[in-house]
């Protein structure tokens, strides 16, 4: 399951499972490492919001978490800082 539909259930829920706590917290199942198939990506600000989003997810921030994902989501892999 992609993060995506993990945080529309986390929504319906109104909460994150312990699981997703766990895949938060895990570099080739986060956020970024979805996007970047868990290679380790250049950007310094990706690595950050990363850490971010994995917090949310565990203080079960479900705004902070989904505004995080999407910064990630959308992000170009070529961007420059």
């Known amino acids: 399951m992609k993060w995506v539909e993990r945080i529309k259930k986390a929504k319906i829920r109104g909460r994150f499972t312990t699981h997703d706590i766990i895949l938060a ?3 080739r199942t ?5 996007k970047y198939g868990g290679k380790i990506p250049k950007s310094m600000k990706l690595g950050d919001w990363g850490v971010a ?4 997810v565990s203080r079960q921030d479900l705004t902070k978490a989904t505004s995080l994902y999407n910064k990630i989501a959308n992000r170009k892999p070529e961007a420059k800082e």
């Open 25 to 27: 917290c895990e570099w």
């Open 30 to 34: 986060c956020a970024v490492g979805e």
């Open 53 to 56: 989003f994995a917090e949310a």
